[in-house]
């Protein structure tokens, strides 16, 4: 088994009161980028850095995690204009429709709160080259 780590974060764990709203949340999004799931069961799943259980498993420390902010790479407009729409039919809320952001010349960007209320963007830098390519694990 393989597993692919990026450069900064090594995973990001959200505790959520609803396995299956966030599942379905998440499932719809990931699709969209192209990220399959990893792993999943009754009280988790998984994908690449993303790992989210409910706050009964054994994962978890029975605690819901707070309110987060964290975004997902887009690989050019139109899939960031597609992350929002999934994002809305799987039943987050909007928090800031596709659009060009302040950040930096060309950053375009969308904003979700997800069924837990954690603000999720997708953000799509403009053209760019990778600095670095994810670090893989094999065991």
Same mark, same amino acid.
């Given at each position: 088994m393989e597993l692919y780590r990026g450069r900064l974060i090594d995973h990001? #764990?959200? @505790?959520?009161?609803?396995? =299956?709203?966030?599942r379905r949340f998440y499932g719809?999004?990931? !699709? @969209?980028? %192209?990220? /399959?799931? %990893?792993?999943?069961?009754?009280?988790?799943f998984w994908a690449d850095e993303l790992f989210v259980s409910s706050a009964d498993s054994r994962a978890a420390l029975g605690v819901l995690t707070g309110r987060h902010h964290f975004a997902f790479q887009a690989k050019d407009r139109a899939m960031v204009d597609a992350f929002y729409e999934a994002g809305l039919?799987?039943? +987050?809320? +909007?928090? +800031?429709? $596709?659009?060009? &952001? $302040? *950040? #930096? /010349?060309?950053? *375009?960007?969308c904003?979700?709160?997800? $069924?837990? %209320?954690?603000? @999720? !963007?997708? @953000?799509? #830098? %403009? !053209?760019? =080259? &990778?600095?670095?390519?994810a670090v893989v694990v094999s065991f």
């Open positions: 990001l #764990h959200l @505790v959520v009161r609803d396995i =299956k709203a966030s719809a999004l990931l !699709e @969209v980028l %192209g990220i /399959p799931i %990893g792993g999943e069961a009754e009280d988790y039919a799987a039943g +987050g809320k +909007g928090n +800031g429709a $596709p659009g060009e &952001r $302040p *950040y #930096h /010349p060309g950053y *375009y960007a904003f979700l709160l997800d $069924p837990d %209320g954690n603000n @999720v !963007e997708a @953000v799509f #830098h %403009g !053209e760019a =080259k &990778r600095s670095a390519a």
